[in-house]
């Protein structure tokens, strides 16, 4: 993978966030050249057998994840956290047969797990983690909550990198190009503490009847432009620098993601800056001297590939775009003139009364503080949902379940 | 790159054609596993070092060329054959620049030609092949006479390998996969005369405000049912096997490119079966005893990723159906049963007068019987669009042009 060199960056304490990078070649082969980054074959591959593939899925079709399987790499592990129905069809069943099915045909392993599996409630609450669990005894709903199970699993996996990718996703070929750039932007770097997040090139629309080519999501510009404010505020200087504020294509070293407090629902990849920002931004008091003392690079890649996917309305779009704003109002980071901008425009777009504030968005613990022994013994004791397919067996090879539970590392944070 | 195993072929003389593989991971790593076919990485590599991709591109939006470049591995050679517009704009001049731009990033060369290029039309000429030139003394409109120039520049490069790719595709990812499905289909071919020809996985269609992704082009299930029948009606059973006529995008061995008489126009791709029929079927006289002592593989694979590309319209589609139709009831070798159903099926279908026959398309002679050297030699000298940018200088590389006129093969049929 061939990338365009990445010259500005912009600090905030221990975070150097990089203008955004454009892939300029999906393959490199094997050669060298002035003016731009090569990511080797064997350093992607070195990356990709270190990493975990969280795809969080809700009710896509069968041959939809299939094909998002088909171009996560093979080194990679697939962990698949699903909140689809379960009833009158138990698409969850589906979906772990189609994973089952994949890892026979592809000789690879993977996890599964449904995310209102009560088993998984109470395996999390065994482990330290009830913030998690709702009034009904299970696992809240959000996209949050599934990415904080994904993480949970690949920290019991010992890999060192984590990568996001949806499963309502039409292009095996765009899923394929994100995994090469989480191993591309994680190999480039550097750091036991990095951030990789995805610009989609372009997210094709339907208009009046024909297709249009949007360079930017709703939602996004709207996160990205307050993010930048926030950055703008301290320097005193304006930056266009975050692109990625919403990426749900992301990926992160594990040493990083332990550390990180995920927010619920749609407000989680918008916080994952401001939790950086407040745990490395030197303005708040840092728990990690060891953080500090490194630095924690967050690239910023522009793929190739249209973003094509199932459009979901603009209730959906609308929600998104509020909860960044919810988190960025309620970080103790946020100067106190942004805050007020931005309750400001949240009363002219009508989503605020006057005299209101903005509600505050969920916010869990990190993952590094889960007992993940405890939380492995009562997922394989209660959790019926949670599955280790493996079909290396079947192709010949011999087994190698995801998760061993006489190494799973201890805890770190 | 891994394939499903293919079980199933039906031999029509030498000719070999495998039934439909399906791609099952984009990337299959460094592993091994039964039950389907792994093409390594330095295989896939072996392969794209010797191959020519050939691009014909006709009034493209310089963002869409852009990304199928990227898409294109780096050890794969860029030829670009342009028919778009001169006037008012220089479109070619455009497309130009921007392969030359990309080369300069990417440190690779390539070979751009304008179709319509007087001293393309002088140098075919020159060559031997003046049943290209139409009355106003230019090389033909069509896409087959896209597809020979490109062949022809192919050739002189010495590479071993080319494929086709066309250049209105959004989807720079199933770009990459077509060129390494290329790569892994002549590796596992493992013929000197051998063909890959690919079939979408699905084409995203607008239908009613929303998008349907449809499983089959309209005109590729007419193409192929004809071309099984024309196969059944020698072998007595019924057969479903062909199910890449039409395929824009395909790939060969220069071996049997050259020895390959295309057709004009979109009756290029069927017409490369029933060529191959002619040829190599055994019903005629061959006159390539080498190639009846070995055999042609056809594999036909099916990708990953959908083929999303602009709409032509419904002419567009017609036209290629009836294309396909004409050669089938000109080829010597159809048996009268065909034929005459053949007619009466246009006629049904009203693209034929009662009592009509189905016009003769333009066939080309072999790419392999133009003198070389002369068509080199004529280009660089009267072909104006003719341009081999390097961009491996820009990278700090030595220059590399694609053609080294010293080295030029011989002429082979």
């Not at 129905?85 to 994949?102: G, N």
């Not at 995310?115 to 998984?120: A, I, K, L, T």
């Not at 330290?128 to 709903?141: A, N, P």
């Not at 993940?372 to 190698?400: I, N, T």
Request: glycine share 10%; hydrophobic share 40%.
């Amino acid at each position: 993978m061939r990338l365009a060199d990445s010259f500005r960056s912009e600090r905030f304490g221990a975070v150097r966030i990089h203008e955004l990078q454009r892939v300029i070649e999906l393959d490199s082969g094997m050669s060298a050249g002035a003016g731009s980054r090569i990511v080797a074959p064997d350093e992607l591959h070195a990356v990709e057998s270190q990493m975990v593939i969280v795809v969080p899925c809700m009710n896509e079709a069968r041959g939809v994840i299939e094909g998002v399987l088909s171009g996560i790499p093979h080194d990679c592990l697939i962990v698949l956290v699903s909140n689809s129905d379960r009833a009158p069809v138990d698409r969850y069943e589906i979906e772990a047969q189609t994973v089952e099915q994949f890892c026979r045909l592809a000789g690879r392993s993977a996890i599964t797990v449904h995310q209102r599996d009560p088993g998984v409630a109470g395996a999390f609450k065994a482990a330290g983690m009830s913030e998690l669990i709702d009034d009904g005894g299970l696992v809240r709903s959000g996209k949050g909550e599934a990415m904080l199970i994904g993480m949970a699993l690949a920290a019991m996996t010992g890999r060192r990198h984590l990568g996001y990718v949806d499963a309502d996703n039409y292009v095996p070929g765009s899923v394929h190009e994100y995994c090469k750039v989480y191993a591309a932007g994680l190999h480039l770097a550097d750091s036991p503490y990095a951030m990789v997040r995805i610009s989609w090139h372009s997210k094709p629309k339907l208009r009046d009847g024909r297709l249009f080519f949007s360079r930017r999501g709703r939602s996004s510009e709207i996160t990205n432009e307050w993010l930048n404010r926030f950055l703008a505020e301290y320097s005193g200087f304006g930056t266009e620098v975050i692109a990625t504020g919403n990426a749900g294509e992301h990926a992160m070293t594990l040493d990083l993601g332990l550390k990180l407090r995920l927010a619920g629902g749609f407000a989680v990849e918008p916080y994952e800056y401001l939790d950086l920002f407040e745990q490395f931004g030197g303005v708040l008091e840092s728990t990690s001297a060891d953080v500090m003392a490194n630095s924690v690079p967050v690239l910023q890649i522009e793929t190739r590939n249209p973003h094509f996917h199932d459009n979901k309305g603009e209730e959906h779009v609308q929600g998104m775009r509020m909860q960044a704003l919810n988190v960025l109002y309620h970080s103790p980071v946020t100067l106190p003139s942004v805050r007020q901008a931005i309750v400001d425009f949240m009363v002219e777009q009508g989503a605020l009364g006057i005299g209101q504030e903005p509600p505050k968005e969920r916010l869990y613990p990190p993952v590094g503080t889960l007992d993940l022994d405890l939380l492995y013994d009562a997922l394989d004791a209660e959790a019926l949902s949670f599955r280790q397919p493996d079909g290396r067996v079947a192709a010949g090879l011999s087994a190698a379940p995801p998760i061993d539970r006489a190494a799973i590392p201890r805890r770190v944070a």
